[in-house]
């Protein structure tokens, strides 16, 4: 199962973000846990959140970024979900061994995020890694679209079609090695 922590914080506004959800509809292994339509008030139900995380093969971490980093309710998740005992520390086993994407929207374009030949998105994700690495999971290469004020209906159905493409080639693989298989969709 794919679980997916969604953090925009006007999801319905989101042309790039809508576009990559979209393009998953139907796909029985995906779960979408839309933060700020959930609490939209930040009080995170940190007891759901654990729960919807135990099924997870793979979890997905997808945002705008805002200000070089993300959504303040999903760096609220952060710290409220992943406690000591349970995420990481002495005793946590609880998302050891699973996967974990960034998937992340950006306003600039690609060039925007690189200086001297350098990948600045490589460095901007570095606490990312270090928290899911540190809760012992693995850390994919991030799925990232940039320049999304500029893109066309196309080019968002393109970058959907390639987010799904590759969510199913991951899913198929958890398939393969035992995966959970479950059903429902986007909440």
Sequence with gaps: MIVIIYAHPYPRHSRANNALLDALEGM???????????????????AAEQDA???????VWQHP???????????LWMD??????????????SLGGKDVLWTV????????FSRCGETD????????????EQCGMRWLP???????????QEQLAGAGARYREMLEALAGGYDQAGGVQDSGGRP
Excluded: C, E
């Design 121 to 132: 998105l490589a460095l901007l994700a570095q606490p990312l890694r270090n928290a899911g």
């Design 28 to 46: 029985d292994s995906v779960r979408v846990r839309s933060l700020y339509d959930l609490y939209p008030d930040f009080s995170i139900d940190v």
């Design 53 to 59: 995380l135990a099924p997870a093969r793979l979890v």
């Design 65 to 75: 970024m805002h200000w070089y980093g993300s959504p303040a309710l999903f760096r």
């Design 105 to 112: 929207t950006t306003g600039g374009d690609a060039g925007s």
């Design 142 to 152: 991030p799925f990232s679209l940039h320049g999304v004020t500029t893109l066309t």
């Design 80 to 93: 409220k979900v992943l406690q000591y005992g349970w995420a990481y520390g002495k005793g946590a086993a």
